[in-house]
C-alpha cells in the first residue's frame, strides 16, 4: 500500500489553465505539506497543514490555493498557470502531535508538472 | 530554522563505506538532525535520525559530534543503489518547519 499517493504524476498543460494535484495519506498522520523542486533539484516547501489548519505558508503566489478536506488529504490547485510553475510536486505527511522523539516525513512519488 | 552545510557531491567505489559529512553549527539544544535522501526520479525518503548519541539502523549510521555542530552520516558498503542526493536537515521538535539543503549528491562507481 502506497503511504502517500498523488495524482496525476505526470501533467502537461497549457499556459493559463487552471489544474489539481490530488494528495492522500493512509498513515493517519495529523500534518501534510506541498514541496515544490524545481530544475535545479532544490526542495522547496510551500505549504504545511496541521488537522486542516494551515500552518506554513511560504512566499508562494496566491494562484497556488491548498485545500485540506479532512486530515487525510491535502490538494493543490493552481489558476492561471505559468511557464514557470513547470515542476516536481511533491505531497508528504508526517506525525506531529504527541512525538517526542524527532518525527519522520513521508513523501509521494512527485508529480511532474510541465506548463507549455 | 538553523541551517545545513553539505558537499555539493562525493564519489565511492562500490561496496566500500561512504561517510557523508553535514555541519550545523547554529543547531540549538531541541534540534533534531535528520537525513533523507531522494533516488533519481523519486521522492525523498527517511534515512535516520538522531539528538545526541549515535544511531544505527538497517539502512545507515549517525555519527554525531560531541558538541553536536556537525554529523556524518555512514553508508557501510555503498550500493549502486545508493547513488541518490542525501539531505541533512535539522528539525526543532516544537515546530513543523523541514526545510532542504543542497544536499550532497552521491556518486557509486561500480
Known amino acids: 500500500d502506497t503511504a502517500v499517493s498523488q495524482t496525476p504524476k505526470y501533467l502537461v498543460t497549457q499556459m493559463g489553465n487552471d489544474k489539481s494535484i490530488k494528495c492522500e495519506q493512509n498513515?493517519?498522520?495529523?500534518?501534510m505539506y506541498w514541496y515544490k523542486q524545481d530544475s535545479k533539484k532544490f526542495l522547496k516547501i510551500m505549504f504545511s497543514?496541521?488537522?486542516?489548519?494551515?500552518?506554513i505558508n511560504e512566499t508562494v503566489p496566491n494562484r497556488f490555493s491548498p485545500k485540506s478536506p479532512d486530515k487525510a488529504h491535502l490538494n493543490l490547485h493552481i489558476n492561471s498557470l505559468e511557464l514557470g510553475d513547470s515542476a516536481v510536486y511533491f505531497c508528504?505527511?508526517?506525525?506531529?502531535?504527541?512525538?517526542?522523539?524527532?518525527?519522520?516525513?513521508?513523501f509521494g512519488e512527485g508529480s511532474w508538472l510541465t506548463v507549455v | 530554522d538553523a541551517k545545513t552545510t553539505q558537499p555539493n557531491s562525493m564519489e565511492s567505489n562500490e561496496e566500500e563505506p561512504v561517510h557523508l559529512p553535514c555541519n550545523h553549527s547554529?543547531?540549538?539544544?531541541?534540534?533534531?538532525i535528520h537525513w533523507y535522501r531522494q533516488l533519481p526520479s523519486q521522492g525523498p525518503e527517511y534515512v535516520i535520525h538522531?539528538?545526541?548519541s549515535n544511531v544505527n539502523n538497517r539502512m545507515a549510521s549517525l555519527a554525531i559530534a560531541e558538541d553536536r555542530k556537525s554529523s556524518t552520516l555512514i553508508l557501510h558498503r555503498a550500493t549502486l543503489r545508493d547513488a541518490a542526493v542525501y539531505y541533512c536537515?535539522?528539525?526543532?521538535?516544537?515546530?513543523?518547519?523541514?526545510?532542504f539543503g543542497t544536499g550532497t549528491s552521491l556518486t557509486v562507481i561500480p
Open positions: 498513515l493517519g498522520h495529523d500534518t
Open positions: 497543514y496541521n488537522n486542516k489548519e494551515l500552518i
Open positions: 536537515i535539522l528539525r526543532d521538535v516544537r515546530g513543523n518547519q523541514f526545510y
Open positions: 547554529t543547531i540549538s539544544g531541541t534540534d533534531y
Open positions: 538522531g539528538l545526541t
Open positions: 508528504a505527511s508526517s506525525q506531529d502531535l504527541g512525538v517526542p522523539t524527532g518525527n519522520t516525513i513521508y
